[in-house]
Nanobody
Framework: QVQLVESGGGPVQAGGSLRLSCAAS????????MGWFRQSPGKEREGVAL??????????AYADSVKGRFTISQDNAKKTLYLQMNTLSPEDTAMYYC??????????????????????WGQGTQVTVSS
């Protein structure tokens, strides 16, 4: 069982930055694929970024809408996942969720569009970008 707790959301003006954090109860090797999703009212949950361990390091993937602006990273010692968000726009306004697929699960960039295949979710943190 992987427990996830997000923090770091809040209001920000367009063009600003925020860093979201997700504290996990398990290490990255036990959590497997970890990622960030977002959902705004009336829209489907959207995969934003994911990261997973590979031999010698990690691999990341991003949604096209955030490439070049958002950076996902992980501090394994702290069992914490981060999402650095720069150049925010009102279109980024959403509830942001941390997720993990769990130990022993496969991961690839394709899982950004497969939210139903993620087994563990945090409670979410709201990001509101004003113009």
């Amino acid at each position: 069982q992987v427990q996830l707790v997000e923090s770091g959301g809040g209001p920000v003006q367009a063009g600003g930055s925020l860093r979201l954090s997700c504290a996990a109860s398990e290490s990255s090797s036990s959590s497997g694929c970890m990622g960030w999703f977002r959902q705004s009212p009336g829209k489907e949950r959207e995969g934003v970024a994911l990261i997973y361990p590979v031999t010698g390091g990690s691999r990341v993937a991003y949604a096209d809408s955030v490439k070049g602006r958002f950076t996902i990273s992980q501090d394994n010692a702290k069992k914490t996942l981060y999402l650095q968000m720069n150049t925010l726009s009102p279109e980024d306004t959403a509830m942001y969720y941390c997720a993990a697929r769990g130990p022993g699960t496969y991961c690839s960039g394709a899982y950004l569009s497969r939210s139903s295949d993620w087994n563990y979710w945090g409670q979410g943190t709201q990001v509101t970008v004003s113009s």
